[in-house]
C-alpha cells in the first residue's frame, strides 16, 4: 500500500507510522487521518505486526490543524459543510488507535499542538524528546478540543489541571508531563529512535493475545464514555467554528498578532 501523506515500515514486529509533512509541521488533515486509519488497518489485520509507533518527521510531532487551509475551507462554505467531515475523520482516528488490539506508542520527538497533542494522548504510552511540548491550542482560535483532549486530559492529570490547559493553552513541557505521568519516558532527541525501538521490542516479546485483552480492559475501565464524549466533542467543534471568534483567532494566528474576541456569530 502506497501512501502520499505517512511514511508505513515494518520491521521485525514494529509497524512505524510517521507524519510525513514538515511543510506544515506535520498537520493532520483530513487526508493525514486518512491515511492513517489505512495503516492502522493494516496492523490489525496483520499478525506479524506486534506493536505500532506513531511519530512525525522533522521537528514536530504534529502541529494539529492545518490553520491556513481552515480559512480557506471556510471561505468556500459553512463550517459544517467544509470542516465536519475533518473533525469526524480526526474522531474516527482516535477511535481506531483506542480499539486497535495492539499497543501504540507515540514518539513525540517535537510539539504536539491541538490534535497532535491528543493523538498523543490517545496512544497507550509516550516517549518524549526532552524538548517536545504539549499545547491544547485549541482555546487560542477559538475552538475546543478534540480527539478526545478533555476527556484524556481529565483522566491523564485531574480536572483542575486538565482545566488550566484547555482553558489557556499553556503549554506542558515534557518534564512537567513525566511528572503528571503523561508521558512514559523523556529521553534526549538523539536517544529518542533508540529509546522507543527498545521499548517497542520490549512489548513485542510479550503474548500479543494477553496484550490485546488488557488493553481492551483498560479500554473499559478508563474510556467507557470515550465515543460519548467525540460526539459531543463534533456538535461544540462545530458551533465553534461557525462563529466570529473561530475566524479572528485564524486571522490572528496568521498575522501574528494578538486576536480581540467579541463572542459574536459570524
Known sequence: MEFAKIAFQQQQGIATITINSPQNLNAITADVAEEMLAALAVCESEESVRVVVITGAGRAFSSGGDIAAMKQALAQGSAAIMLGPGVKKV?????????????????????????????AL????????????????????????????????????GYAKATELCMTGAPLTAQDALAFGLVNQV????????????????????????????????????????????????????????????????????????????????
Open 91 to 119: 474522531s474516527q482516528l482516535a477511535l481506531a488507535i483506542r480499539n486497535l488490539r495492539k499497543p501504540v506508542i507515540a514518539a513525540v520527538n517535537g510539539f504536539a499542538a491541538g490534535a497532535g497533542a491528543n493523538l
Open 122 to 157: 490517545v496512544c497507550d504510552f509516550r516517549i518524549a524528546a526532552e524538548q517536545a511540548q504539549f499545547i491544547e491550542a485549541f482555546i487560542t482560535i477559538g475552538l475546543v478540543p478534540d480527539m478526545g483532549g478533555v476527556y484524556l486530559l481529565t483522566k491523564a492529570v
Open 187 to 266: 529521553v534526549p532527541a538523539e536517544a529518542l529512535a533508540e529509546a522507543v525501538e527498545k521499548f517497542a521490542q520490549k512489548l513485542a516479546a510479550m503474548p500479543p493475545l494477553a496484550l490485546g485483552r488488557i488493553k481492551a480492559l483498560i479500554n473499559r475501565a478508563a474510556f467507557d464514555r470515550f465515543e460519548m464524549d467525540l460526539s459531543n466533542e463534533y456538535e461544540y467543534q462545530l458551533a465553534s467554528a461557525a462563529e466570529a471568534d473561530f475566524m479572528e483567532g485564524i486571522n490572528a494566528f496568521l498575522e501574528k498578532r494578538q486576536p480581540v474576541f467579541t463572542a459574536k456569530a459570524r
